[in-house]
Antibody, heavy 120, light 107 residues
């Protein structure tokens, strides 16, 4: 059974960098069959796709976040990560990692999510 | 970005009812439309991809239809576990975008 689990600090100060890691078990991130994605949900609001990374390291980001975003993948640890710099209160959200089936593009497996609060 | 608009924002229904949720795209997304179910405090769950293809292990009372700009999710014979929030998502043009959600509540 495939399982995704987010980890990282729950509280980040404004202007600092939000860093999260998604650990995958039961499947390999070193697979060309999937993209590995991040999605966030602002409190009480809808869902926003952040971006994805492929096993080769190729990334595709939401343009609204692109200038502050960096994703990486560690195939040896079977993890992928998100870094979002210069955060503000507007980045306070539940952050989910997810597996994208690629063909078609759809998120078929999700982590449970981790709530990140940006506050001093 | 393609804007996705769902209607209604919420609805009340009883167990056994059939309900429909509509999703409209600001431009054609062909059939690149997915539906998710989210229970409070949980991650979304993929129900339908490609407008009408039922995801593995999803009950057949869920169905999707539409193409272009107008799509519908139908839940036949509503069950207690179906009371949740539903989101549509387009994957035709990046950035992938979601609708604002439709909350299905118990009447």
């Amino acid at each position: 059974q495939v399982h995704l689990q987010e980890s990282g600090p729950r509280l980040v100060k404004p202007s600092q960098t939000l860093s999260l890691t998604c650990t995958v078990s039961g499947a390999s991130v070193n697979s060309g069959s999937y993209y590995w994605s991040w999605i966030r949900q602002l409190p009480g609001k809808g869902l926003e796709w952040i971006g994805y990374i492929y096993y080769s390291g190729v990334t595709h980001y939401n343009p609204s976040l692109k200038s502050r975003l960096l994703m990486s993948i560690d195939t040896s640890e079977n993890q992928f990560s998100l870094s979002l710099n210069s955060v503000t209160a507007a980045d306070t959200a539940m952050y989910f990692c997810a597996r994208d089936m690629r063909a078609p593009t759809a998120f078929d497996l999700w982590g449970q999510g981790t709530m990140v609060i940006v506050s001093s | 970005d393609i804007q996705m608009t769902q209607s209604p924002s919420s609805l009340s229904a009883s167990v056994g009812d059939t309900v429909s949720i509509t999703c409209r795209a600001s431009q054609s997304v062909n059939y690149y439309l997915n539906w998710y179910q989210q229970n409070a405090g949980e991650a979304p769950k993929l129900l339908i991809h490609s407008a009408s293809s039922l995801q593995s292990a999803v009950p057949s009372r869920f169905s999707g239809s539409g193409s272009g700009t107008d799509f519908t999710l139908t839940i036949s014979s509503l069950q207690p576990e179906d009371f949740a929030t539903y989101y549509c998502q387009q994957t035709y043009s990046s950035p992938w975008t979601f609708g604002q959600g439709t909350r299905v509540e118990i009447k």
